[in-house]
T-cell receptor, first 114, second 113 residues
Framework: DAGVIQSPRHEVTEMGQEVTLRCKPISGHNSLFWYRQTMMRGLELLIY????????DSGMPEDRFSAKMPNASFSTLKIQPSEPRDSAVYFC????????????FGNGTRLTVT | DQQVKQNSPSLSVQEGRISILNCDYT??????FLWYKKYPAEGPTFLIS?????DKNEDGRFTVFLNKSAKHLSLHIVPSQPGDSAVYFC????????????FGGGTRLMVKP
């Protein structure tokens, strides 16, 4: 089991550019989550998919953020256009479902927008 | 509105002693609580959990206590080891929240040799 795989590990981009973060969940997991970690706000949930369908995107900060899950093994989080305040570590996590199933996190993507 | 709070941003403990990390919550609908540990440059990893039908759950050196009336939980690590040095996140969820977790802000534990 390779765990949740995120790419890239680090991304540095200029303000206004489009950024795409990628995630491959653990095989067989049917729930996928995108979290953002900042010093000010800690770990905050951005969006949650169940069986590839977005269930709750109330945490997505603005229309500049969008997420897709075209199949059970891949998800993307896109920021367009990016802004310096988007700088953070973005984590993807998956679980096997059920509200008491622990989440398995990837190692995150550190995004820096200059 | 922080529904899960960890009021101590950091904690320093001597190796071999007990570490106690605290967490408070406000949402009475939360009925399942988890602790995650995070090392630098890695994602959080699940450590231990407790259901609201219990007041204690133990796994080796780690014990989580839940006080529902006070809406408070704590993680005890005994004896503490230098390898326990990490950031610890408390998280909570409820049956009506799907399996969306609400995380606290984290406590950085430093165990000194």
């Amino acid at each position: 089991d390779a765990g949740v795989i995120q790419s890239p590990r680090h991304e540095v981009t200029e303000m206004g550019q489009e950024v795409t973060l990628r995630c491959k969940p653990i095989s067989g997991h049917n729930s996928l989550f995108w979290y953002r970690q900042t010093m000010m706000r800690g770990l905050e949930l951005l969006i949650y998919f169940n069986n590839n369908v977005p269930i709750d995107d109330s945490g997505m900060p603005e229309d500049r953020f969008s997420a897709k899950m075209p199949n059970a093994s891949f998800s993307t989080l896109k920021i367009q256009p990016s802004e310096p305040r988007d700088s953070a570590v973005y984590f993807c996590a998956s679980s096997s479902g059920g509200y008491n199933s622990p989440l398995h996190f990837g190692n995150g993507t550190r995004l820096t927008v200059t | 509105d922080q529904q899960v709070k960890q009021n101590s941003p950091s904690l320093s403990v001597q190796e071999g002693r007990i570490s106690i990390l605290n967490c408070d919550y406000t949402n009475s609908m939360f009925d399942y609580f988890l602790w995650y540990k995070k090392y630098p440059a890695e994602g959080p990893t699940f450590l231990i959990s407790i259901s609201s039908i219990k007041d204690k759950n133990e796994d080796g050196r780690f014990t989580v206590f839940l006080n529902k009336s006070a809406k408070h939980l704590s993680l005890h690590i005994v004896p503490s080891q230098p390898g326990d040095s990490a950031v610890y996140f408390c998280a909570a969820t409820g049956n009506n929240a799907g399996n969306m977790l609400t995380f606290g802000g984290g406590t950085r534990l430093m165990v000194k040799p």
